[in-house]
Nanobody, 122 residues
Framework: QVQLVESGGGSVQAGGSLTLSCTVS????????MGWFRQTPGKEREVVAR??????LYADSVKARFTISKDNAKNTLYLQMNSLKPEDTAMYYC?????????????????WGQGTQVTVSS
């Protein structure tokens, strides 16, 4: 069984930084694509960044501000978020997909964490 646990969310002012972590338990970590998604009330979950096959992919809205990385020794996925904006406010989720590449569609992912809230004030 695979479990994902996020941490690191919080409240910051615009321009600030946060680092989210997602620790994975189970045996699929090194073979999977993983991603960070976010969701606000009333809106569909959207992709933020993905890491798979040594390749990183970002949504246009976060390029040059967010960095996704992975520490295989710690079984942990990170999302470093800099220059945060109020529009980055959302619940952030990490997700893992076993097969099928590294798609941007959230419905394709097999496992999800419980989410961590990020709030950016102006």
């Amino acid at each position: 069984q695979v479990q994902l646990v996020e941490s690191g969310g919080g409240s910051v002012q615009a321009g600030g930084s946060l680092t989210l972590s997602c620790t994975v338990s189970g045996d699929t970590y090194n073979r999977a694509c993983m991603g960070w998604f976010r969701q606000t009330p009333g809106k569909e979950r959207e992709v933020v960044a993905r890491f798979g096959g040594g390749i990183t992919l970002y949504a246009d809205s976060v390029k040059a501000r967010f960095t996704i990385s992975k520490d295989n020794a710690k079984n942990t996925l990170y999302l470093q978020m800099n220059s945060l904006k109020p529009e980055d406010t959302a619940m952030y989720y990490c997700a893992l997909i076993n097969w099928g590449g590294c798609p941007p569609q959230w419905k394709e992912y097999d496992y999800w964490g419980q989410g961590t809230q990020v709030t950016v004030s102006s």
